[in-house]
T-cell receptor
Framework: DQQVKQNSPSLSVQEGRISILNCDYT??????FLWYKKYPAEGPTFLIS?????DKNEDGRFTVFLNKSAKHLSLHIVPSQPGDSAVYFC??????????FGTGTRLKVLA | EAQVTQNPRYLITVTGKKLTVTCSQN?????MSWYRQDPGLGLRQIYY???????DKGDVPEGYKVSRKEKRNFPLILESPSPNQTSLYFC???????????FGPGTRLTVT
């Protein structure tokens, strides 16, 4: 049973537009959520995180929204750039250092 | 420069031949993890370590061993590899400040 789900395997967006990547979770005990970006032949790199006590966190072009009642988080990238084309993983942890990752969404930003 | 290194980057081996994938970090982090990435399954945690001599199982520990004798190193050991352990493996080190994980470049393992 997957506790963290990314239901869209892929997403294409025009350059300059907004990219919205979604993630759903089932475990209400998760208290920290993170987004990672992964390019081919490289390890994932950290993008942005949010604590369960917040509903929004912003860092430059990246904003993460957390809706605890819906057990849903989303990553907004505005404006999208061709260099943002990568696989994006959301991850959740439950007060420990044990992380559960989603299966990833491949974002393609079209020039 | 903050770094996690893994060796080897690529490895092809045969069933049953013991192997070790090394992992080292230079950030003095206490917490380190091993993951495997498989198509359609994302990243799954194999083992993690909270500090020297303290390790615990992740979601998919079967067939793997780890050790943590010093803070900077966290090797992954496959005592008797099998073809279902063919995968892309990542080591990660976690910052205690914001839970950010720093990942190594990955080790692609093929077991025939």
């Amino acid at each position: 049973d997957q506790q963290v789900k990314q239901n869209s395997p892929s997403l294409s967006v025009q350059e300059g537009r907004i990219s919205i990547l979604n993630c759903d979770y089932t475990n209400s005990m998760f208290d920290y959520f993170l987004w990672y970006k992964k390019y081919p032949a490289e390890g994932p790199t950290f993008l942005i995180s949010i604590s369960s006590i917040k509903d929004k966190n912003e860092d430059g072009r990246f904003t993460v929204f957390l809706n605890k009642s819906a057990k849903h988080l989303s990553l907004h990238i505005v404006p999208s750039q061709p260099g943002d084309s990568a696989v994006y993983f959301c991850a959740a942890s439950e007060g420990t250092y044990k992380y559960i990752f989603g299966t990833g969404t491949r974002l393609k930003v079209l020039a | 420069e903050a770094q996690v290194t893994q060796n080897p980057r690529y490895l092809i081996t045969v069933t049953g031949k013991k192997l070790t994938v090394t992992c080292s970090q230079n950030m003095n982090h206490e917490y380190m993890s091993w993951y495997r990435q498989d198509p359609g399954l994302g990243l799954r945690q194999i083992y993690y370590s909270m500090n020297v001599e303290v390790t615990d199982k992740g979601d998919v520990p079967e067939g793997y061993k780890v050790s943590r004798k010093e803070k900077r190193n966290f090797p992954l050991i496959l005592e008797s590899p099998s073809p279902n352990q063919t995968s892309l493996y990542f080591c990660a080190s976690t910052s205690p400040v914001n839970y950010e994980q720093y990942f190594g470049p990955g080790t692609r393992l093929t077991v025939t």
